[in-house]
Every structure is written in C-alpha cells, then in structure tokens.
C-alpha cells in the first residue's frame, strides 16, 4: 500500500497535468461559444471538452480528495461527505457547486445520443471555470500541505 503522502504527491500531479488539458480545452470552447450550428470541428472540440471536464471532476473527487482525506487521517466516506470537505478545506465557495460538477459528469457519462449530449454543452461551459479554480485551489492546498511537513528524525 502506497503511503498518504506518497499517494497525495501523485494524485496531485494527476490533476495538475489535467488542469492544463482542460484549461486549454475550456478556452478553445468559450471562443467557439454555444449555438446550433456548430461545426464538426467545433463539436469535436465540445466532446473533448465534455470527456475532459468528466475526468477532471472524477480525478479531483475521487481521487485528490480521498488522498487528502488519508493524509490528513479523516475517515472514509461517501462521494458527498468528500465534497462537503472540500468546502470545509475552503477549496470551493458552496458543496453545492461539486454537487451540481458531479451530476454533470453523471449525465455525460452516460449520455449516448448526440443531441442530447450537445444539450449539455452549454452547463459544461457554465461549470467549467467553477471546476478548475477548485482544482487549482486544491493543488495549491495540497502543496502547502505536503511542504508543511514534519522533518523525521
């Protein structure tokens, strides 16, 4: 079994090269904007940033905050009690926000009609910015926790 730091360091870096593909991802897609006569290129564009905006919210909840919560000994819990922390780390304004992130991911996970997933374009927009000062502040927690560490003797 992999130590709490050891695990947290690497979750970390998980996320950070994450944020970087998102963030690009999410600028492409605000530039493009929502409206119905999106390109093929341009839809390429939103699925990708669909898959990414999925992955990123699974990595910060799933991930980053169980490995946060095994390093700072608080016990496990479900998805909901991970978030409610993260509020409580102060890492997002309202619990409510990842809440809304994590039923999002839900329906683009398994969302299979085009349409229906195009639909959902415009609150992945919406959310995306919410998400990544939320993954940024949790990397930057994160970091301030690992330095902070006792010396060993």
Not at 82 to 110: F, M, S
Request: aromatic share 8%.
């Amino acid at each position: 079994m992999t130590d709490p730091t050891t695990l947290l360091s690497e979750e970390i870096r998980l996320l950070d090269d994450a944020i970087n593909v998102f963030e690009w991802s999410m600028k492409r897609c605000n530039v493009i904007g929502i409206r119905d006569d999106l390109s093929m290129d341009e839809l390429t564009e939103f699925e990708a940033l669909t898959a990414r905006f999925s992955r990123l919210s699974d990595i910060l909840i799933q991930k980053v905050f169980r490995a946060m919560d095994d390093f700072e000994l608080i016990a496990p819990g479900s998805i909901r009690d991970r978030i409610n922390q993260g509020e409580k780390r102060g890492l997002i304004a309202e619990a409510e926000y990842l809440v809304k992130i994590r039923i999002l991911r839900n329906e683009i996970t398994h969302e299979y009609l085009p349409d229906a997933l195009r639909d959902l374009f415009g609150e992945v927009l919406k959310y995306s910015g919410i998400l990544l000062e939320c993954c940024k502040k949790t990397v930057e927690y994160s970091r301030t926790l690992l330095k902070n560490l006792p010396l060993e003797k």
